[in-house]
């Protein structure tokens, strides 16, 4: 029925995050810092369908 197959990139990191709602006409929640930075360089690391950690995450 559906020939579309759904695929997911996860990046993760831990750190201090700023939080904060933007915009003026419409509103958005949006989050700040090199943590969030990071965790988008992940995921675009990351193959699909997989998960990358930051080292910082691991045990």
Do not use: H
Request: glycine share 10%; proline share 7%; hydrophobic share 40%.
């Amino acid at each position: 029925m559906f020939d579309k197959q759904w695929r997911c990139r996860i990046g993760t990191n831990s750190g201090p995050v700023i939080g904060s709602i933007v915009g003026v006409q419409k509103y958005v929640y949006d989050i700040f810092r090199p943590g969030v930075n990071l965790a988008a360089r992940l995921e675009a690391f990351s193959g699909p369908m997989q998960i990358t950690l930051c080292e910082d995450m691991l045990p």
